[in-house]
């Protein structure tokens, strides 16, 4: 068929046509009614396919970053190939960036930071196993980044991280855009809403919460690729080891003062120079941090005790069958007790959650006894005054008038 259809493109009538593939006219005519077919091209698998959208985002962050350092962190990953292909893929890599000609929208300088976590799965942190998280935020006009490793996503955490990044920038930003994360957005039934705890800490620090288009997550583009440069030129060297979360920030942020002086290839400029620019811009930091704790109602048992993730702490008696506002610290296993008043009443040190134990203080056993010796004096008094009144008083006997006898003990007292 595609053989007849290249003979009537060369000027040939449907009877030669025939007369040259020995065909008769009307298969001939069939044929060259239907449109030629391509031949369906097997496509073979690379070992590097999986490995591709790593590359592209170390070489489009960094054009001039170094191939074996690629290659070896290609290897730590699982990839089995030869280093020849990597090294033709970061050429090809290269050449599209070179050549590219790209319309490209910039944030004016201090205008938005964008925000990201990035998830490293379960890690050996401070001794045990646990998830591993970093904040992300990127200035968008100059690109410089903060990072801060947590084990935990939780809206405190976020909040807390974002106090860390304002300090760390020495400003804030006009607006900050975020993803659909549960603890900046939630959907009313019509309407993305701000989480509420959100939308006061935006008003405090003096910014916009922003959320990115549904299915367009290169809007927040400059924070997306950063990722991806920092988990495979950062991460890869502390992968599956045996981490301890300060000392972890404090290489990250070291690592971050040492990029910052790279050149960017799109403005041949690096981010410490734009920053310089960028920061006189930025709104300046409050006078007061925002409080970004959890607020943990708390009642106090007859034991004058609370009880928070099953372990049990002693409060003065005076709290007993009150409701006392419990705030866990963010980075320091710490509660902070507050009355009903908001008067803090003391930071107490937790155990492990679940582990149940039960603490009391010295001074809450003092208080606790004098006020238990002190009820039993009172009770002893108030069953002596009741018969005394009784035998004194017939007419309570025939009546039972509860009144006679609270009037007589207010008396007596």
Known sequence: MLKAH???????????????????????????KEMPRERKKTVRKSKLDEFKPIIEALVRENPEINGAKIYENLVKKGFTGKSSIVREFITKIRKEESQKAVIRFETEPAHQAQVDWIEFGRQYVNGKLKKLFAFVMVMGYSRMPFVYFTTRMDSATLLYCHIKAFEFFGGIPDEILYDNMKTAWYYDGEHWQTNRQLARFAYHYGFIPKRCKIHRP??????????????????????????????????ALAWIKRIADNKLSQFNQSRNERFVYEK???????????????AIPLIVNRESCITYKTNKYSVPPVFIGKTLTAKPFVEVEKLELFDSEGVSIRIIDCAPAGSRQSFMRLEDRDAILAAWEKGLKRDAFKRQAKKTFKLSNPEYVAVRNPVFYEQFLMGAL
């Open 6 to 32: 290249e003979l009537q493109a060369q000027g040939l009538t449907q009877k030669q046509i025939a007369e040259q593939l020995g065909r008769t006219d009307r298969t001939i005519r069939t044929w060259l």
């Open 280 to 294: 006189q811009f930025l709104k300046q930091l409050p006078a007061s941090s925002f409080d970004v704790r959890d």
């Open 218 to 251: 290169e809007t927040k583009g400059k924070v997306e690729r950063f990722n991806q440069y920092f988990e495979n030129n950062f991460f890869v060297d502390y992968d599956n080891r045996t981490l301890e979360l300060t000392a972890l920030n404090e290489e």
